[in-house]
């Protein structure tokens, strides 16, 4: 597994599960909260950059692990708000989203650290 395979995977879990929490909620019929639709919109956006992600650009690598980063942290409060509420397919939707960001973020800190590795390596 490598970063940009690991970025992918979580843009479709970000899409699928955002598509699957924005139903859930009534936000295609325009009942729910379009806040909703914010992980899909996030899911979209790391799928445009993951070409960046496998050419291993170093900024646009860097501007995906800086919004699945801040993916984590701001799935924590609907988080909370899911478990507070006891809607279980909530927190699983959710878990999942954060799983799968933090599993990327572990493969771009690799990626980052082989990358130094190398440079130090072909430096000496």
Request: aromatic share 8%.
């Amino acid at each position: 597994m490598n970063a940009h395979k690991a970025s992918f995977i979580n843009a479709a879990v970000l899409i699928l599960m955002g598509l699957w929490g924005a139903y859930a909620s009534g936000s295609f019929g325009g009942g729910g909260s379009p806040t909703a639709f914010i992980p899909v919109g996030i899911g979209v956006v790391l799928l445009l950059l993951n070409g960046g992600v496998k050419s291993e650009n170093k900024v646009i690598a860097h501007i995906a692990v800086l919004l699945t980063f801040l993916t984590i942290f701001a799935l924590g409060m609907p988080l909370k708000g899911a478990m507070g509420k006891g809607n279980t397919m909530g927190v699983v939707r959710l878990a999942l989203m954060i799983l799968s960001s933090i599993f990327a973020m572990v493969y771009f800190i690799k990626s980052f650290r082989d990358a130094r590795l190398a440079r130090e390596a072909a430096g000496e």
